[in-house]
């Protein structure tokens, strides 16, 4: 039995936004299922990580990974957003990596090429 639900992909439908605020635990159904359905999910790294780590949300349909902040973003969930971008590769899913900072700086470049 699957702990995920039947997402209804090709529906047509209102987009779905989800904010997740702590890491989720196996128990919390509502949260995976929320999760698993949703078009936007706003996250940190590691409450994402974890999820997935639980097998409890679906990136196969994932088509941008979206980093805002990222000097502050970077700085303190380097290793969660590497391991994320990795775990897509293995995965062969086909995304975008947008990062968005007020200002650009060079360790941005050097993270991204890290995580090809």
């Known amino acids: 039995m699957s702990l995920l639900p039947d997402c209804g ?7 779905k936004v989800v904010v997740l605020h702590k890491a989720v635990e196996r ?3 509502v949260s995976f299922e929320l999760m698993s359905c949703c078009d936007v999910l706003l996250v940190t790294p590691a409450s994402l990580m974890r999820s997935v ?10 088509c941008a990974l ?3 902040e990222a000097q502050e973003t970077i700085a303190r969930n380097a290793a ?3 391991d994320l971008v990795d775990l897509l590769q293995e995965r062969r899913i086909d995304f975008q990596f ?3 900072a007020e200002v650009w700086r060079q360790e941005f ?3 991204v090429r890290k995580c090809k």
């Open 80 to 82: 969660d957003v590497s």
């Open 98 to 100: 947008l990062l968005f």
């Open 109 to 111: 470049e050097d993270f």
């Open 66 to 68: 979206i980093v805002d």
């Open 53 to 62: 780590r639980l097998d409890g949300v679906r990136l196969d349909n994932l």
């Open 9 to 15: 992909v090709g529906r047509q439908r209102s987009p």
């Open 27 to 29: 128990s919390d159904r």
